[in-house]
């Protein structure tokens, strides 16, 4: 059956969340439609994370000049890249968690599920997973509560049979950077004291470059046996190994 909108908005940048509240609050019917990621290009791929990365060149390369100023620096200067990737993610998330909470609230307000399950897969975000796991692997915890208080599943699990708790522990994989996720130790606390327990017995070995890059078979022996719809709910049986 076709569905009529009185608006369609494109994209989630700057301009199509709070477009989309006001439209919805004057009682329009709205669909809002997003490629890839809240907040636009600027906050994560245009302006805001090359800056960031050029900001930890520029300090390892003062750090290498550093007799030139006076300062002795005892050992070679290492750049560790998991780390230089943390910190513009962490930026880049910061850039776009507003509009993230806000775009959210609206869809939640015009009867969304927080809870379903999308296996959109992009090379630097991992697989997929509901809100939840996206704000975790994005380090918003502002938007990680945000989503406990619409009584999101704390305990959900994405296509590979992790949790958002279990990406805090470093199990998940980025295949951008051919590595593991890093270890979250403040958002896995936040997700503790909300509620959140469910963990994988053991954490998963990855293949060389970490999971298929796209919506293929689960991984033996993570998550579910069957193939899923491109959106979908999760059922109540327990599954992961």
Not at 31 to 50: D, L, S, W
Request: some cysteine.
């Amino acid at each position: 059956m076709a569905t009529r909108f009185d608006a369609i908005i494109i994209g989630t940048g700057q301009a199509g969340p709070p477009l989309a509240g006001r439209l919805t609050d004057a009682g329009w019917h709205c669909a809002i439609m997003e490629r890839q990621r809240f907040g636009g290009t600027c906050v994560n791929c245009g302006c805001t994370p090359p800056r960031a990365l050029v900001a930890s060149a520029r300090g390892a390369y003062l750090a290498r000049r550093a007799a030139d100023f006076g300062v002795d620096i005892e050992g070679p200067i290492r750049v560790d890249m998991t780390k230089v990737k943390q910190r513009k993610d962490q930026i880049a998330g910061r850039s776009n968690e507003k509009q993230a909470i806000e775009l959210i609230g609206i869809l939640h307000k015009a009867g969304a599920d927080v809870n379903v399950v999308a296996l959109i897969n992009h090379p630097q975000e991992i697989r997929g997973g509901t809100a939840l796991h996206y704000a975790v692997r994005k380090r918003q915890k502002e938007l990680i509560k945000f989503l406990a208080s619409l009584q999101i599943d704390l305990n959900a699990v994405d296509q590979d049979g992790l949790t958002a708790l279990d990406y805090t522990q470093s199990r998940g994989f980025m295949p951008f950077m051919a590595l593991q996720t890093p270890v979250f130790k403040e958002e896995a606390q936040i997700l503790r004291d909300l509620g959140a327990t469910k963990m994988m017995a053991r954490s998963p070995v990855w293949p060389v470059l970490g999971p298929p890059q796209g919506i293929w078979e689960d991984i033996y022996p993570l998550g579910e046996a069957r193939v899923h719809d491109p959106v979908y709910k999760h059922s109540t049986a327990a599954s992961g190994p």
